[in-house]
């Protein structure tokens, strides 16, 4: 019977299933087990093609079905044959040798698992399920989520919007351009991610190939393996001990949480000008934002979002401070961490789903926005203090700095100071045009970099 999602524990697993569910065609036990019968079928391919392991020409053309039709009801077969063996790859070794009766091959069962341990299946299922679900998964996600951002930066890119630095007031800018400013910065950790090979190792116990040269030392193993890993879209890798070391994984998970950190920050400054007004949330009638007060929109996506970021770096943290590490040839340690990497990413990804749905609910407030900029008119102390440099004054900012300094002023008496002052008169009618709306010099073109 199926677990009802109200039963679950995690919520990836309950309340958040629709969001995650296709990551368990990367990351469920079912979906671990797939992945190394796969490895195990592709291994078995090899040398049941070679001259060298059987003499004669045999039909494998159908050997893939073992793992194209590997259902929920093939895996409950494998976990039954665990239950006896007590070592689930070793589970997975029997069930493709009972299958291979099924294909007329039975006679070959020798050569299921030859030469392997364990972990050379483990470490090339574990890169192909990564592998897969960040480029199937994760990275539409996140493209998704930029072009959706990117498309919002370019809509307000002319919609001028008083920027804060320290949380104060300070040099106008545009909601366009503060928006692009994630976008670009989105887009160079995806390019890293994009480029980054995943390795595999396939050296037996203890990265030796001890047991491969004793039975077929006129082999070139290194080469051998080489092109099998290759094959599966892997890098080799030629140095390990008996378990791959888990660098290049946790180069991934490094960029995934580089990526969420700009997300939480992205989320962290929307929520704030939504507190402020400078945007509004789209409502939706049969929604409530408060039991008791009825007036409230919540910024309850964005909240979401950060919240499920710093539960996915938590996880990506205890990957990287632990997969790099194991006791001399091997320990399990890894073991356990890496059946958590469908956590991490299914974290990763609800954030990004509720950013997209935070950011499509958001529309500029531009009588707001406005509003901001007539009443801080003391923001172009920066401009009219860098035209009196222009024309030589040496003590322009002390200048501006005494005109404004903790203090209220309007525009009028910033134009009222700059009739007073001896500088070009062409600079001067520009300084008494210029309004906080105005003032937003190439935000707007700045936008084209995304």
């Known amino acids: 019977m199926e677990l009802d999602n109200l039963l679950a524990i995690s919520p990836i697993d309950g309340r958040y299933r629709k969001q995650t569910q296709d990551i368990s065609e990367y990351f469920s036990e079912y979906a671990y087990i797939k992945y190394r019968i796969l490895v195990e079928i592709e291994w078995l391919k090899v040398l049941l093609k070679d001259k060298r392991f059987v003499n004669k020409d045999i039909c494998i053309d159908n050997l893939l079905d073992i793992y194209n039709k590997f259902d929920i009801i093939e895996a409950k077969k494998v976990k ?16 493709i040798r009972e299958k291979l009766d099924e294909y007329g091959l039975s006679k070959y069962k020798y050569l299921v698992h030859f030469g392997c341990t364990s972990e050379d299946v483990n470490n090339i299922a574990h890169a192909l399920m990564l592998k897969n679900c960040v480029e199937k998964i994760l ?34 800018t ?54 099998f890993v290759e094959s ?14 888990h660098d290049t994984m946790c180069e991934i998970f490094s960029y995934i949480k580089l990526f969420n950190n700009i997300t939480l920050d992205f989320n962290g400054d929307m929520w704030t000008y939504i507190s402020m007004g400078y945007f509004k949330q789209k409502t939706i009638g049969t929604e409530v934002g408060s039991s008791v007060m009825p007036h409230k929109v919540n910024p309850i996506n964005h909240e979401n979002s950060m919240a499920n970021i710093r539960v996915a770096n938590s996880i990506i943290d205890n990957f990287n401070n632990n997969l790099q590490i194991s ?97 070009d008169e062409k600079d001067k009618e520009v300084l008494l045009n210029l309004t906080p709306e105005t003032y937003t010099g190439l935000a707007d073109k700045l936008v084209d970099f995304i």
């Open 327 to 423: 006791r001399m040839q091997r320990d399990l340690s890894d073991s356990s961490n890496l059946r958590n990497v469908g956590v991490s990413i299914a974290h990763t990804l609800i954030s990004i789903k509720q950013s997209i749905v935070a950011i499509n609910k958001m529309e500029a407030n531009e009588e707001i926005l406005k509003c901001e900029l007539n009443n801080n008119p003391e923001v172009l102390a920066e401009a009219i203090q860098t035209v009196l440099r222009k024309n030589g004054y040496d003590n322009a900012y002390e200048l501006l700095k005494e005109l404004t300094r903790g203090k209220k002023v309007n525009l009028d008496s910033m134009r009222a100071f700059v009739k007073t002052l001896e500088i």
């Open 232 to 245: 599966l879209g892997l890098e080799y890798n030629p140095l390990t001990t008996q378990i791959e070391n």
């Open 80 to 95: 039954d044959i665990e239950a006896t063996t007590n070592h689930d790859v070793k589970a997975i070794e029997y069930y």
């Open 139 to 172: 990275l539409p996600n996140i493209k998704e989520l930029m072009e959706t951002v990117k498309n919002n930066a370019q809509k307000y890119k002319n919609i001028a919007m008083l920027a804060h630095t320290h949380g104060q007031a300070a040099t106008p």
């Open 174 to 227: 545009t909601v366009g351009k503060e928006l692009a400013v994630f976008v670009y910065r989105w887009n160079s950790v995806v390019n890293k991610l994009e480029n980054i090979e995943l390795k595999g190792k396939f050296s037996g116990a203890v990265g030796t190939y001890s047991a491969h040269m004793v039975a077929y030392p006129g082999i070139d193993w290194i080469e051998y393996t080489k092109n």
